[in-house]
């Protein structure tokens, strides 16, 4: 069992920044591989964000590149999500999301960007 806990969201004028973190909980027995996160809007499909494997190498939805910053520490089993330059479109629930032999979501946290 992997056990995520979100933090970050919250409400920011157009142009701001937040920064999300996901601090995942496991077992010796377990390994985290990758790591990411999806968001979705009300009406709207979940729609990928970013991730970043246990290496570092990441990758980002068209939308955010250049504007978000997807990070992680190992130690701590924890991803971050910088997002600068806030819009009015990267309003949504953001959801964590890790990978051990299977996939893990967490619940979300609600980013609100005014505009």
């Known amino acids: 069992q992997v056990q995520l806990v979100e933090s970050g969201g919250g409400l920011v004028q157009a142009g701001g920044s937040l920064r999300l973190s996901c601090a995942a909980s496991t077992t010796s027995m377990f390994s985290i591989n990758d790591m990411g996160w999806y968001r979705q809007a009300p009406g709207k499909q979940r729609e990928f964000v970013a991730t970043?494997?246990?290496?570092?190498?990441?990758n980002y939805a068209d939308s955010v590149k250049g504007r978000f910053t997807i990070s992680r520490d190992n130690a701590k089993n924890t991803v971050y999500l910088q997002m600068n330059s806030l819009k009015p479109e990267d309003s949504a629930v953001y959801y964590c999301?890790?990978?051990?032999?299977?996939?893990?979501w967490g619940r979300g946290t609600q980013v609100t960007v005014s505009s």
């Open positions: 999301w890790v990978t051990t032999f299977k996939v893990y």
């Open positions: 970043i494997t246990s290496g570092g190498s990441t």
